[in-house]
């Protein structure tokens, strides 16, 4: 079993849907990060957090401690928002971070 | 602030030969961090920097691979006598103690 786990690993919707990607945990963490992944493999970091909520325009992150467990959502998804969305995990002394699969989000039109 | 650089984009190389990859980190960056990602997986972490001083190598790291980071600024990780499980794109990753990582572009390695 891997250590991030995240669901689902394929998502399509419909401009203007709203999105929710999961992440499940199995190791003791200071951090969890959200990652946006475009093709060609440019990785741009979206939060860093190590309790409650953040929010950024149309995204939002939210961690669970006790439970492991942290949600991506993105609010009027627009096909721009397509990418792969990936969560890590790490220790916020060291940052090495521990990677899941990945989510493959497909928005159209 | 350009972000953080890697060359070359891609590289394809005969089996057995050696190739090297380079990083610029962000330039007040003290942490330096390589990637490697295969199809359709998450990055898996192969070693850091802080400053010159490698700090910790993952167990996928074999003999082969080296990476250094001199005077603490650029990093280049080498491979020696490629194999075709070497195929895939290594990420490099800069950030100050404590703060989000900014990963660059990456380096496709294509091993035939």
């Known amino acids: 079993k891997n250590e991030v786990e995240q669901s689902p690993q394929n998502l399509t919707a419909q401009e203007g849907e709203f999105i929710t990607i999961n992440c499940s945990y199995s190791v003791g963490i200071s951090a969890l990060h959200w990652l946006q992944q475009h093709p060609g493999g440019g990785i741009v970091s979206l939060f860093m957090l190590s309790s409650g909520k953040k929010k950024h325009g149309r995204l939002i992150a939210t961690i669970n401690i006790q439970e492991k467990h942290s949600s991506l959502h993105i609010t009027a998804s627009h096909p721009r928002d397509s990418a792969v969305y990936i969560c890590a995990v790490g220790d916020q002394g060291a940052q090495k971070l521990v990677f899941g699969q990945g989510t493959r989000l497909t928005i159209n039109p | 602030d350009t972000g953080v650089s890697q060359n070359p984009r891609h590289k394809i190389t005969k089996r057995g030969q050696n190739v090297t990859f380079r990083c610029d980190p962000i330039s007040e960056h003290n942490r330096l961090y390589w990637y490697r990602q295969t199809l359709g997986q998450g990055p898996e972490f192969l070693t850091y920097?802080?400053?010159?001083?490698?700090?910790?190598k993952s167990r996928l790291l074999s003999d082969r691979f080296s990476a250094e980071r001199p005077k603490g600024s650029f990093s280049t990780l080498e491979i020696q006598r490629t194999e075709q499980g070497d195929s895939a794109m290594y990420l490099c990753?800069?950030?100050?103690?404590?703060?989000?990582?900014?990963f660059g572009n990456g380096t496709r390695l294509t091993v035939t």
């Open positions: 990753a800069s950030s100050l103690a404590g703060y989000s990582l900014h």
């Open positions: 920097f802080q400053n010159e001083a490698q700090l910790e």
